[in-house]
């Protein structure tokens, strides 16, 4: 699947869940008044979680820059080795050219 085509899955997905919210939103007042009544009847235990969820949002994101790391050092494997000073052993001199 090209570039193009998966942003245009991805467009129709997210508009798929936009007008899905929509729906529910005007032909269901109801849900929408008790979705808000229960949520304001569970907001002593949305406090007590807070921290833990704070704690579990801060692992993720270190566990996404120890991934993101990980694939840039794949990325450049054998550059810094190739690089390094002490492979160029005759360096600034002419290279010979074997024919």
């Known amino acids: ?3 193009p085509q998966r942003f245009q ?3 129709f ?4 869940a936009v007008l899905g919210t929509a729906y529910g939103v005007f032909e269901q007042p109801q849900a929408i008044d008790r979705l808000a009544n229960s949520m304001k009847q569970s907001l002593p235990l949305m406090k ?9 949002i801060l692992a993720l994101v270190v566990y996404g820059l120890f991934r993101a790391a990980g694939s840039v050092l794949e990325r450049l494997n054998g550059v810094s080795i190739a690089a390094h000073s ?7 001199k002419a290279r010979k050219q074997i024919v």
Do not use: D, Q, R, V
């Open 9 to 11: 899955l991805a467009l």
């Open 1 to 3: 699947m090209s570039k």
């Open 86 to 92: 002490s492979l160029h052993t005759n360096y600034g």
């Open 48 to 56: 007590e979680m807070l921290p833990f969820s704070l704690l579990l």
């Open 13 to 16: 997905y997210g508009a798929a």
